[in-house]
């Protein structure tokens, strides 16, 4: 592993900010003093051109005003214009509650946004001042935001909050921190699930102009509450995101990154959509364990400083437990899709857990939990034999909602059933360790119990991880007990597992495979969950 120490002593101390950034955040020290004066300058224009009013037009631009956000758009369609607004003016004091920053801090913050359909328009007429580089997708200063309209709602409004996540990281710290904690933390708290539909329209209404005057109502729900921080479930509640389809591709082609090339990432990260979707994965991962959270959140108090420093300090205060933080970016890469739930994959593991007696391990293994460890970490030379027994519901995939399956992912990666499954149309399953050939989640049995051995030190080489060692915990041999009756007790079938031979120190896990929205909707009591046993084997 290449130390972020020893990064940090090869650069200087000194922070030198990119001279462009695309959908970026760019301080104070980065924009010279005739910046400023424009960009405040076309503030003050455009301040002066809006009316008290909710909402104002001036030729054709359309101007929405909330009470933290004044949106400016040559894209007259009001529905959007109130939608961004308004989730806008929601998602502040969100951020501020993650930060731990009093409301009162950005009580008299305003920020001014454009959003463009026409960006060389915004450049003629100096609303885009020419000091601003060319950009793709969003730029942010201090006071002002400037976002490219995107194809669908969503995309656009996750922009628009990625940009107001630099621009109040500006106000209240100064600066954003290298890329990887910038970009990371406002795709973090950019990230949000589109609200139900109202009645049988779907934001696709809104992606044919020859529909926008037909859509004089708010296009979702008001009942249910705006959340940032959010996974989607589903594709529907997240259109042309795309994060999960850069997950899915490097996992597919085994080139995951480990956790410290992100964190080494170049301070312009070009608009590379990948680039973003690491770095929002890492502040995620940083953020939703509770012995990493305080550290990640204060650093936001660090934000002028850009250079390796920034990350050396977060390496330092996190160090002793780099080998768990390892091991939990390995399990979530591993599993990052649509439907992964924290409350279901925050993973127990400590370097501080027992070493192995060599005594029999008995545990139990829940189908509404992932990975879950065993409790010990295990010497290298360990051998292990393991068996396991017990039930789990296996929700049948063909009778899920349409919500459920849409959750489940592309559909070649979705549950399937095989033929001879037809006739079991609308029940449930009833699943032994070794899972069931009736359905499958991405290519694996459902049901079926699965093992991994994860050594505490190294994960990859270089800059990719090495592949997480998942297999199957048990085969289909089996230990039938025989019951005082004389017969065979098919309540208590043992399935036998292969011998585990650990050739370094590590931990073990296991779980039962299940597509991440089946795990979020069980309990411990309906789905049930199985007994496994360990044995040390003589070497």
């Given at each position: 592993?290449?130390?972020?120490?020893?990064?940090?002593?090869?650069?200087?101390?000194?922070?030198?900010?990119?001279?462009?950034?695309?959908?970026?955040?760019?301080?104070?020290?980065?924009?010279?003093?005739?910046?400023?004066?424009?960009?405040?300058?076309?503030?003050?224009?455009?301040?002066?051109?809006?009316?008290?009013?909710?909402?104002?037009?001036?030729?054709?631009?359309?101007?929405?005003?909330?009470?933290?956000?004044?949106?400016?758009?040559?894209?007259?369609?009001?529905?959007?214009?109130?939608?961004?607004?308004?989730?806008?003016?929601?998602?502040?004091?969100?951020?501020?509650?993650?930060?731990?920053?009093?409301?009162?801090?950005?009580?008299?913050?305003?920020?001014?946004?454009?959003?463009?359909?026409?960006?060389?328009?915004?450049?003629?007429?100096?609303?885009?001042?020419?000091?601003?580089?060319?950009?793709?997708?969003?730029?942010?200063?201090?006071?002002?935001?400037?976002?490219?309209?995107?194809?669908?709602?969503?995309?656009?409004?996750?922009?628009?909050?990625?940009?107001?996540?630099?621009?109040?990281?500006?106000?209240?710290?100064?600066?954003?921190?290298?890329?990887?904690?910038?970009?990371?933390?406002?795709?973090?708290?950019?990230?949000?699930?589109?609200?139900?539909?109202?009645?049988?329209?779907?934001?696709?209404?809104?992606?044919?102009?020859?529909?926008?005057?037909?859509?004089?109502?708010?296009?979702?729900?008001?009942?249910?509450?705006?959340?940032?921080?959010?996974?989607?479930?589903?594709?529907?509640?997240?259109?042309?995101?795309?994060?999960?389809?850069?997950?899915?591709?490097?996992?597919?082609?085994?080139?995951?990154?480990?956790?410290?090339?992100?964190?080494?990432?170049?301070?312009?990260?070009?608009?590379?959509?990948?680039?973003?979707?690491?770095?929002?994965?890492?502040?995620?991962?940083?953020?939703?364990?509770?012995?990493?959270?305080?550290?990640?959140?204060?650093?936001?108090?660090?934000?002028?400083?850009?250079?390796?420093?920034?990350?050396?300090?977060?390496?330092?205060?996190?160090?002793?437990?780099?080998?768990?933080?390892?091991?939990?970016?390995?399990?979530?890469?591993?599993?990052?899709?649509?439907?992964?739930?924290?409350?279901?994959?925050?993973?127990?593991?400590?370097?501080?857990?027992?070493?192995?007696?060599?005594?029999?391990?008995?545990?139990?293994?829940?189908?509404?939990?992932?990975?879950?460890?065993?409790?010990?970490?295990?010497?290298?030379?360990?051998?292990?034999?393991?068996?396991?027994?017990?039930?789990?519901?296996?929700?049948?995939?063909?009778?899920?909602?349409?919500?459920?399956?849409?959750?489940?992912?592309?559909?070649?990666?979705?549950?399937?059933?095989?033929?001879?499954?037809?006739?079991?149309?609308?029940?449930?399953?009833?699943?032994?360790?070794?899972?069931?050939?009736?359905?499958?989640?991405?290519?694996?049995?459902?049901?079926?119990?699965?093992?991994?051995?994860?050594?505490?030190?190294?994960?990859?080489?270089?800059?990719?991880?090495?592949?997480?060692?998942?297999?199957?915990?048990?085969?289909?041999?089996?230990?039938?007990?025989?019951?005082?009756?004389?017969?065979?007790?098919?309540?208590a079938v043992t399935f036998l597992g292969p011998v585990l031979k650990l050739e370094q120190p590590s931990w073990l896990l296991l779980r039962i495979a299940l597509p991440p929205h089946t795990r979020s909707e069980a309990s411990a009591a309906a789905a049930k969950s199985y007994t496994v046993s360990l044995q040390s084997v003589p070497r």
């Amino acid at each position: 592993m290449k130390s972020l120490l020893m990064v940090y002593n090869r650069q200087t101390s000194v922070s030198r900010a990119p001279e462009s950034l695309s959908s970026s955040c760019a301080g104070p020290a980065t924009r010279p003093l005739g910046a400023w004066i424009i960009t405040v300058a076309v503030w003050l224009l455009v301040s002066l051109a809006v009316a008290p009013s909710a909402e104002s037009a001036d030729g054709n631009r359309r101007t929405v005003q909330g009470r933290y956000l004044t949106l400016t758009s040559d894209f007259a369609e009001p529905v959007w214009l109130q939608d961004l607004v308004d989730r806008f003016d929601e998602a502040v004091p969100q951020w501020l509650a993650f930060w731990d920053v009093p409301q009162e801090r950005a009580a008299r913050w305003r920020l001014q946004g454009f959003l463009m359909a026409d960006e060389a328009a915004f450049r003629s007429d100096g609303t885009l001042p020419a000091n601003v580089p060319t950009f793709r997708f969003g730029y942010a200063s201090a006071d002002t935001i400037w976002v490219q309209r995107q194809s669908t709602l969503y995309y656009t409004r996750h922009l628009v909050l990625h940009e107001g996540v630099h621009a109040l990281g500006l106000n209240l710290f100064g600066g954003c921190g290298p890329s990887w904690y910038m970009e990371g933390t406002a795709e973090l708290l950019a990230t949000h699930r589109d609200r139900p539909a109202v009645g049988s329209r779907q934001e696709s209404d809104l992606e044919s102009p020859g529909n926008l005057g037909l859509l004089a109502q708010p296009l979702f729900s008001s009942d249910v509450p705006f959340r940032i921080n959010q996974i989607p479930r589903t594709r529907d509640e997240a259109p042309v995101w795309g994060r999960f389809r850069v997950v899915e591709e490097a996992r597919r082609n085994g080139n995951l990154p480990t956790l410290e090339s992100v964190l080494q990432l170049p301070q312009n990260l070009n608009a590379d959509v990948p680039s973003y979707t690491w770095a929002w994965a890492a502040a995620m991962l940083l953020s939703e364990y509770p012995d990493t959270r305080p550290v990640f959140v204060q650093a936001a108090r660090d934000g002028q400083e850009t250079s390796a420093a920034f990350t050396a300090d977060v390496y330092r205060k996190l160090r002793s437990n780099w080998p768990v933080i390892q091991a939990r970016w390995r399990l979530m890469l591993h599993d990052l899709e649509y439907g992964f739930d924290w409350n279901n994959h925050r993973v127990t593991l400590s370097t501080k857990d027992p070493r192995y007696d060599r005594r029999p391990i008995r545990l139990e293994v829940s189908a509404d939990r992932s990975w879950q460890s065993a409790g010990y970490w295990f010497p290298a030379g360990t051998v292990l034999k393991l068996s396991a027994n017990g039930d789990c519901r296996v929700n049948d995939p063909e009778t899920a909602s349409a919500t459920q399956r849409r959750s489940m992912g592309p559909a070649d990666d979705r549950p399937r059933r095989n033929s001879e499954a037809a006739s079991q149309e609308g029940r449930d399953w009833i699943a032994k360790p070794p899972g069931i050939t009736a359905a499958f989640h991405h290519g694996v049995p459902l049901g079926q119990l699965q093992v991994v051995v994860l050594p505490i030190r190294g994960t990859g080489s270089g800059d990719q991880l090495a592949p997480l060692p998942v297999r199957p915990a048990v085969g289909l041999d089996a230990r039938r007990v025989v019951a005082e009756s004389g017969g065979v007790d098919e309540t208590a079938v043992t399935f036998l597992g292969p011998v585990l031979k650990l050739e370094q120190p590590s931990w073990l896990l296991l779980r039962i495979a299940l597509p991440p929205h089946t795990r979020s909707e069980a309990s411990a009591a309906a789905a049930k969950s199985y007994t496994v046993s360990l044995q040390s084997v003589p070497r």
